[in-house]
């Protein structure tokens, strides 16, 4: 795996931020549900890995040699880890993008067609 830069991510946040923008834009459902499924994959989606990244982060500071053992780095850890659940519970975000599929499939089944359209 090639080095992680501060580049790299910030390309990510990018991306995030154009997808927004896009949305906003009123786009196409099915096309702007196809864009957010990967971010809200029940394992791989966004909740799930900024929450282990918080995680790893608490962990890397907690078990780093010349971070000082004081109380106040304890709460800081621990207040990602907090955040950390707090993101990882989003999960569950999938389901309604399951559910906002199924209505707007059964809505657009459900419109009526013209004669010519037959």
């Not at 890397?60 to 109380?71: K, L, N, S």
């Amino acid at each position: 795996m090639p080095a992680l830069t501060s580049e790299t991510i910030r390309t990510l946040t990018e991306a995030l931020a154009d997808l927004t923008d896009y949305l906003r834009g009123n786009p196409d459902v099915d096309e702007a549900l196809a864009l957010v499924e990967p971010l809200l994959d029940e394992y791989t989606g966004l909740p799930v890995q900024f929450a282990d990244t918080l995680r790893a982060l608490a962990r890397a500071i907690q078990e780093h040699p010349a971070v000082p053992r004081t109380a106040q780095v304890d709460l800081l850890v621990a207040e990602l880890r907090t955040a950390a659940w707090e993101q990882a519970d989003q999960h569950t975000l999938h389901y309604v993008l399951d559910d906002l599929r199924d209505l707007y499939d059964g809505s657009v089944a459900r419109e009526p067609v013209c004669c010519w359209c037959r």
